[in-house]
Nanobody, 118 residues
Framework: QVQLVESGGGLVEAGGSLRLSCAAS????????MGWYRQAPGKQRDLVAG???????NYADSVKGRFTISRDNFKNTMYLQMNSLKPEDTAVYYC????????????WGQGTQVTVSS
């Protein structure tokens, strides 16, 4: 069974840093685009950053210059380095991936909580 598992969330003070990881496991043939999304209480889930299999990236305006997305295709793992965190970055962060296995599909991780205190 193919799945995505996030890790690295937690509580940090404003101005601090966290690094999220998203590991894909199972009988994977290929992973295409991957991305990080976040959802704050009472709000919709929004894209934070995306990365193609070739390493091309895009970011939400609110995180440009502070967050860096990357991936290790050999480890089937994606990362989100978050620096200069702000209280408004508080949310549940989800990873997302377009995965080709026995079938092709879009998978979501279970989410990891990031809380930034002021």
């Amino acid at each position: 069974q193919v799945q995505l598992v996030e890790s690295g969330g937690g509580l940090v003070e404003a101005g601090g840093s966290l690094r999220l990881s998203c590991a894909a496991s199972g009988s994977i043939l290929r992973i295409n685009d991957m991305g990080w999304y976040r959802q704050a209480p009472g709000k919709q889930r929004d894209l934070v950053a995306g990365i193609t299999s070739g390493g091309r990236t895009n970011y939400a305006d609110s995180v440009k210059g502070r967050f860096t997305i990357s991936r290790d295709n050999f480890k089937n793992t994606m990362y989100l380095q978050m620096n200069s965190l702000k209280p408004e970055d508080t949310a549940v962060y989800y990873c997302n991936a377009d995965i080709v296995a026995s079938v092709r599909g879009i998978l979501w991780g279970q989410g990891t909580q990031v809380t930034v205190s002021s």
